[in-house]
């Protein structure tokens, strides 16, 4: 997929001035926000999963060349094929031959944000293969010609009626006038249109949150079902899926699907959780002829050996994107690619580059909410600012923002000139603010002042003040206190 | 195919070379299932009911594989639900066929069927989840095409938590291959992809009916 965060501060402005996408979002947190603190509460022991889980992850990880062999070596047992894709051209071309070896027209398709990421759909089509998303939010922004704004939500930037339109439109055989107004009307819409296609296509294509080594399974986990239909009903089934998502057992993947779930939306258990391991058995009366996982590095090895390779434990789970302020201030479209969200922050620039994503990892408050929330505990905040100190080491951050950092930096290294600075500025600035006691403009600073003021300081620097209070009269312990 | 093999090499000597030097971090082990996947007796059997009907489960008793059928007629009659259905070959042999109003077929579902009926190999009483798996007896698009999801599962078969299923699926193994597909099912399916809204039925079945069956499973035997 395109990247298009270079444009991050253009979409921001336009995202905050849009009332229907801040609709939108507020129904969005509201209701994942609580279900989520509801689930956590439910488990006694989740922080406890929480630090199995990342072992297993490290673990994992430190080991991943020797699961992935297990891994292929188990699914060739269970009749599939492996296919291993370095980056997003060769893993198309792998797809692509995939549909002309068994000639396929059509594919239908479970969510996947990795063939998101190949941008699959469009290069399908080109090639005259027709791709159907049959997950509803996806059904959705297909129709729309649009990208995923959440990875588990995908059209949660849109509301009732914006969607209403988009089948008004799309379905045009239906009667003009038929209800629209529900959830449960357009959802029953999107079903009954959906209904007879899984059947018809040649392919299914699905993403994997997990693959197991043990077992040579890859594994889905919806509510919807749709991603079981468009496997079982198809006579080739492809499964797309990026390698940190391999998990050594069954067991190790019960202790993420713990997690999962009740960290994404808030249940114990998802509706559907189903391990696929190989085509149809004989004597078997459904499912697929033939079974192939294509595993996409696609940066990934990077990563790897890098300073973002805490960020591969993460589990699209999309915690962090439902408890931040900024997300739910800007939506996921405005970063610009794939992924959103805090976990967008480090892993769109670790993925496509510094250089077209620089205001991703600054566009954070750093309030620690994503952290907090993660149940692999990735320190985002953390990794957001490694991706800054690079960028400005690499002299991807503007000039005037090293200038000024520089300044900064000699300032505060020298305690006695900073304390001499600050000092000079408070009482400069103390006597240069109106009666409003507010700067409305400052140098340097347009656009911070452009939507709040800066408070005049009033009577001394904080060490003035300190001084001050723990002069001798007073004793000298107490300031520690 | 272009590069198939070439990458393949070229990915593992990328991970290799990553990892290469590194403290490896041991496998922590098990971990111990939390309080609600370790009850036994019937406080799991009644923490099984409370999570698969907090999930919008329906639940029937019956005492006997062989009054499946009967109890299948009978909820159907009561919910005014259509009696054409689909049946699991592991439950053809009951007497279907004696049961007034039912239109039984035996075999895999299509999408004019409008009731399924299977037999699972396991359950976790934690989250109130059935396991299905795919194989000759039990199709897997009975789970899924029909609107209706009727399940049956022995009493015998419901594990505290999801440990008890890798272990059903590991005697499994023993004997049998690896199956294409399991399915674990938690409850009818169901979407929130407008507006957050749940909405239930998305493009799986709208309602999902669990018999507990006092009775030993007709599983062909396991180790």
């Not at chain 1, 689930?39 to 020797?66: C, Q, S």
């Not at chain 1, 692999?376 to 005037?400: D, V, Y």
């Not at chain 2, 290469?20 to 036994?40: C, L, M, V, W």
């Not at chain 2, 999408?111 to 798996?133: F, K, N, Y």
């Amino acid at each position: 997929m395109e990247v298009s965060s270079q444009k991050f501060n253009d979409h921001v402005h336009q995202a905050v001035d849009d009332a229907n996408l801040k609709g939108a979002m507020g129904k969005l947190t509201g209701a994942l926000r609580p279900n989520r603190a509801r689930a956590v509460a439910g488990l006694p022991e989740f922080d406890d999963y929480r630090d199995h889980g990342i072992a297993i992850k490290m673990h994992t990880l430190d080991h991943i060349d020797r699961y992935l062999e297990e891994f292929e070596t188990n699914v060739v047992a269970n009749g599939g094929h492996v296919h291993w894709c370095a980056d997003e051209d060769s893993a198309r071309e792998t797809i692509l031959g995939l549909c002309r070896q068994y000639d396929v027209k059509t594919v239908t398709k479970g969510k996947s944000m990795v063939t998101e990421e190949l941008g699959l759909n469009a290069f399908l089509d080109q090639h005259g293969i027709l791709p159907l998303e049959t997950d509803l939010g996806e059904y959705i922004i297909q129709l729309r010609g649009e990208s995923p704004s959440h990875i588990i939500a995908p059209a949660t930037h849109l509301q009732r009626h914006d969607i209403a339109q988009t089948f008004r439109d799309a379905h045009d055989h239906l009667d003009p006038n038929r209800p629209m107004d529900t959830a449960e009307s357009l959802t029953e819409e999107a079903r009954q249109e959906l209904r007879e296609k899984y059947g018809a296509a040649d392919a299914g294509i699905t993403g994997a949150n997990f693959m197991i080594a043990e077992t040579g399974s890859t594994i889905i986990v919806t509510n919807e079902g749709n991603g079981d239909l468009t496997q079982t009903l198809a006579k080739t089934h492809i499964v797309v899926a990026s390698m940190e998502k391999i998990l050594p057992t069954m067991d190790d993947a019960g202790v993420m699907l713990r997690l999962l779930a009740r960290s994404a939306t808030g249940q114990d258990m998802s509706v559907y959780t189903t391990l696929s391991s190989g085509p149809r058995r004989p004597g078997d009366l459904d499912g697929p002829d033939s079974f192939h996982v294509v595993i996409v590095d696609n940066g990934r090895s990077t990563m790897l050996a890098g300073s973002e390779r805490e960020m591969l434990r993460c589990l699209r789970c999309s915690a962090c994107l439902n408890h931040c302020p900024v997300y739910a201030s800007i939506g996921g479209h405005a970063y610009g690619w794939v992924y959103s969200g805090p976990m967008g922050k480090v892993l769109t620039p670790s993925l496509v580059g510094l250089e077209q994503t620089k205001d991703l990892p600054n566009a954070s408050t750093f309030c620690g909410k994503c952290q907090e929330v993660c149940p692999m505990r990735i320190p985002l905040p953390k990794l957001m600012r490694n991706l800054r100190a690079k960028q400005t080491e690499q002299k991807i951050t503007p000039l005037k923002q090293r200038v000024l950092l520089a300044l900064w930096s000699s300032l505060a290294s020298r305690p006695r000139f900073y304390r001499f600075v600050t000092g000079m500025m408070t009482g400069a600035l103390a006597r240069m603010a109106g009666p409003k006691r507010v700067f409305t403009w400052l140098p340097f600073l347009g656009d911070w002042v452009q939507s709040r003021d800066f408070v005049a300081p009033e009577g001394g620097s904080f060490f003035d003040r300190y001084r001050a209070s723990s002069s001798p009269s007073s004793s000298k312990g107490e300031a520690h206190d | 195919m272009i590069n198939a093999r070439n990458d393949r090499a070229e990915i593992f000597a990328r991970l290799r070379e990553a990892n290469a030097g590194r403290q490896k971090t041991p496998h922590p082990g098990a971990i111990a299932p939390p309080k609600k996947g370790s009850f036994s007796g019937k406080s799991r059997f009644d923490q099984f009911i409370e999570a698969a009907t907090a999930q919008y489960a329906s639940i029937a008793e019956v005492s006997r594989f062989a009054d499946i059928p009967a109890s299948v007629s009978d909820w159907l009659k009561g919910q005014n639900l259509p009696r054409d259905l689909v049946v699991a070959p592991i439950l053809s042999g009951y007497d279907w066929d004696q049961i007034k109003d039912i239109r039984p077929r035996v075999g895999a579902a299509t999408t004019s069927d409008m009731v399924g009926v299977s037999l699972a190999l396991s359950a976790a009483a934690e989250t109130g989840t059935v396991m299905m798996v795919a194989s000759e007896h039990t199709p897997t698009t009975l789970n899924f095409v029909p609107d209706v999801d009727i399940i049956a599962i022995s009493k015998k078969d419901i594990e505290a938590g999801l440990e008890g299923c890798w272990e059903k699926l590991r005697g499994w193994k023993k004997t049998n291959p690896m199956p294409r597909a399991v399915n674990f099912i938690t409850g009818p399916s169901r979407t929130a992809d407008v507006e957050a809204t749940m909405v239930l039925g998305a493009h799986g079945p709208r309602r999902l009916h669990l018999i507990l069956v006092d009775e030993k499973s007709p599983w062909p035997k396991l180790p």
